[in-house]
C-alpha cells in the first residue's frame, strides 16, 4: 500500500475570504446541521486535531462506497453526484462558509440525502480522518491554480499529496481531476505519473465526465477560450 509522509501545512492550497453567510445560507446551515460533519479543531477553524477520528459508516447509517470531493465550492457538482449515485456515500470538503450554506440549500432543493459537508483543509482531512484505502472515488474539480511564479508552492497537486491520494484511495479507487490553466495541468498530469501508486486510466487527457455540472467559473473558462484538461487516474499497488 502507498504510503504518504506527513505534508507541511505552512503553506496551504487555499486563502479564506469573506466568512459571512447570506440570511439564505444560515438558514441552509441551521436547518442542515446533521449534514454537517463535525471534527475537534487546532488553532483554525479549518484544522482538524491530529487525534480526530471519523466512522463513516455510523456517520451515514450504511456501509458504502465512499466518494469525496475536495474543494466543492458552492455544491454544483457534488450535488449532481449524489443524485447519480445514490448508491454512494458523498463528502463534500470545503473551506468557504458561505459556499457551504449555499451547497446545503443546493442538497436540500434537490432532495439529495446521501452527502455530507465538511469544513476543513482538504488536505489535513486526508491526512488525519479518512483511513488508508478507504476511498472509492475522489474528485478535485479546478483547484486554485496560483499563476504567480512565486505562489506555486500553494499548488495544491504536489508529489507529497500524490502520495497521500494513493495511500486514501481503495485498490483500483479512482482521481478525477480538471483544470483550466494550461501550464497547471501540464504539471498535475507530470506529477501524477510519477506517483507510483497511480496510474493515468486514459495514458492522456481524459474525456469530459457527463456527472460534472458546468458551472459559472468553468463556464467563464470556456468563454475565455481556455481548454479544460481533465485527468482520470487509479489506484495501484506498485509492487506488483
Known amino acids: 500500500m502507498p504510503t504518504a509522509a506527513p505534508i507541511s501545512r505552512d503553506v496551504v492550497s487555499f486563502v479564506r475570504r469573506g466568512g459571512r453567510m447570506n440570511p439564505s445560507q444560515q438558514r441552509a446551515w441551521d436547518t442542515h446541521r446533521d449534514w454537517i460533519v ?19 459508516d455510523a456517520l451515514f447509517g450504511r456501509s458504502a462506497p465512499l ?6 465550492g458552492t455544491g454544483d457538482a457534488v450535488t449532481a453526484a449524489g443524485l447519480a449515485r445514490p448508491d454512494a456515500n ?15 440549500s443546493k ?20 491526512e488525519t480522518i479518512f483511513d488508508p484505502g478507504s476511498i472509492t472515488e475522489l474528485a ?20 507529497g499529496f500524490a502520495a497521500l ?5 481503495v485498490p483500483g479507487g479512482v482521481w478525477r481531476l480538471a483544470t483550466d490553466a494550461e501550464d497547471y495541468a ?31 467559473f468553468e463556464q ?13 487516474y487509479r489506484r495501484v499497488d506498485p509492487s506488483a
Open 107 to 126: 442538497l436540500d432543493r434537490a432532495g439529495v440525502g446521501n452527502v455530507r459537508v465538511l469544513l476543513a483543509d482538504g488536505v489535513r482531512a486526508l
Open 90 to 104: 458523498h463528502v463534500a470538503i470545503e473551506v468557504f462558509l458561505p459556499a457551504i450554506g449555499s451547497t446545503l
Open 140 to 159: 478535485t474539480w479546478f483547484p486554485d491554480p496560483w499563476p504567480k511564479v512565486r505562489h506555486q508552492k500553494r499548488r495544491l497537486v504536489s508529489p
Open 186 to 216: 501540464t504539471v498535475m498530469r507530470d506529477v501524477l505519473d510519477a506517483e507510483p501508486g497511480l496510474v493515468n486510466v486514459y495514458d492522456d487527457w481524459a474525456p469530459r465526465p457527463d456527472l460534472r455540472p458546468v458551472t459559472r
Open 67 to 72: 466518494m469525496v470531493e475536495l474543494g466543492s
Open 38 to 56: 463535525t471534527v475537534p479543531r487546532e488553532d483554525r477553524e479549518t484544522s482538524i486535531a491530529a487525534d480526530a477520528h471519523v466512522d463513516w
Open 220 to 232: 467563464r473558462a470556456l468563454t475565455a477560450g481556455r481548454v479544460v484538461h481533465d485527468l482520470v
Open 165 to 169: 491520494v494513493a495511500s486514501r484511495l
